[in-house]
């Protein structure tokens, strides 16, 4: 099987094919000084492309997880993620509270979602 690897620096690769699966990297706000609302809604596009650019969809996410700085956003969070779903094809999910790569961070996702 061949590995393809999407958007790559000299630490990571913002997606990487392998088979008939894409593993997305943790994304997140381009904005980190938004609101939780839109730092969700900012890191649910970036998704959408990478998955798009992957040839896939989000309604073939296999699974999400979420990382929080503060578990008290998990409703203002939901209130995007809830309207992004493909509510036919829901993903299995975690979510939990992290500290992430900079302080003013709010949210990051990571998926892996099937290719066919």
Known sequence: MTIERLHSGPRMSQAVK????LYLAGQVAKDEFATIETQTAQVLEKMDALLAEAGTSKSKVLSVQVLLTNIADFAA????YDKWIDPANPPARACYEARLA???LRVEIIAVAALD
């Open 102 to 104: 900079s302080p003013n």
């Open 77 to 80: 969070m939901n209130s995007v």
């Open 18 to 21: 392998h088979g008939n699966t």
